[in-house]
């Protein structure tokens, strides 16, 4: 079960927070008010939604929303349980055999090991188990690159608008140089377009872009370890020697935590069978 990602809200959140702050300081009741416009918001968002449908398929486009939750999500990444699982295999597979595997499929949650070891029930060879799974990571990553590139494009798009936003306010307003009155609304939206279209880009899209290629390398490092632990299993690897490969990845509070899980683990053993 995927957990929330509470900084990629929160900095957003806390971004915007952070702008409207400074645009009240000056003490004035309408300063918020004067950063609001319609046509501002129109041509950057109006200019940015037609780039977008311009640039991807009907396809990408309806993925956006799905994209953008993706962001908001992290990883769940509990590398001490899956050396452990590892071990378990390894040990079932010295013991009963390879293909003693199969019956443990059902309490194995990742679709990615579970074909790793579908692939070794079925006895293939570690070089092709390893280039199949690794086609598969390429494979995702790809997938992942061109749906994180809507936002990418949109960071590139936004900023572009608000400058076309800012010349068309900057036309206005030279036309009417003889209304005084026609001055101010035209200089907002010159101004404001390209307020918008920087604020949406740097605060919005190319951020949450920026996560989700992180969020990507994280999982092809996690899928890693697993391909290096399903090519253990099918090698008849001693499952102590595989645990101590395994935790060769883990971060020094990983390493302590799966310490205690086995230490916790041998002291129940041995309260067992006394």
């Known amino acids: 079960m995927k ?15 952070l702008i409207m702050l400074a645009i009240v300081s000056n003490g004035e009741s309408n300063g918020l008010a004067s950063f609001f416009d319609i046509a501002s918001i129109l041509i950057v968002l109006g200019g940015l939604v037609a ?23 992290k990883n769940d990444n509990q590398l001490p349980e899956l050396i452990r ?30 074909k790793g070891i579908l692939l ?24 992942h690159f061109r749906g994180r590139t809507i936002l990418e494009k949109a960071g590139e798009y936004a900023p572009s608008w ?3 936003g800012t010349l068309i306010g900057l036309v206005l307003m030279l036309n009417d140089l ?4 026609t001055l101010g609304p035209s200089m907002a939206i010159a101004l404001l377009t390209t307020l918008y279209g920087t604020v949406l880009a740097n605060l919005v899209f190319i951020p949450m872009a920026s996560k989700l290629e992180a969020k990507t390398d994280e999982e092809v490092f996690l899928k890693q370890i697993m391909i290096e632990g399903i090519i253990g299993v099918q090698s008849g690897q001693n499952p102590r020697i595989l645990e101590e490969k395994l935790s060769a990845f883990l971060s ?8 205690a ?10 309260i067992n069978e006394a």
């Open 3 to 17: 957990k929330r990602d509470i900084l990629t809200p929160f900095g957003i959140t806390l971004g915007f927070i």
């Open 51 to 73: 780039s977008l449908l311009i640039s991807f398929k009907m396809e990408q486009i309806k993925l956006t929303g799905k994209i953008i939750k993706e962001a908001l999500y």
């Open 85 to 114: 699982l590892f071990v378990r295999l390894a040990e079932k597979a010295r013991r009963e055999g390879i293909l003693a595997l199969e019956n443990e499929l059902e309490s194995i949650d990742d679709p990615f090991i579970k």
């Open 120 to 143: 070794v029930v079925d006895g293939l060879e570690s070089e092709v188990i390893k280039d199949i799974m690794e086609t598969e990571i390429t494979a995702m990553e790809d997938r």
């Open 162 to 164: 608000g400058m076309i």
């Open 178 to 181: 003889a209304s005084p009155e």
């Open 252 to 259: 020094n509070k990983h390493k302590r935590k799966l310490e």
């Open 261 to 270: 899980d086995d230490a916790a683990e041998f002291m129940g053993e041995s």
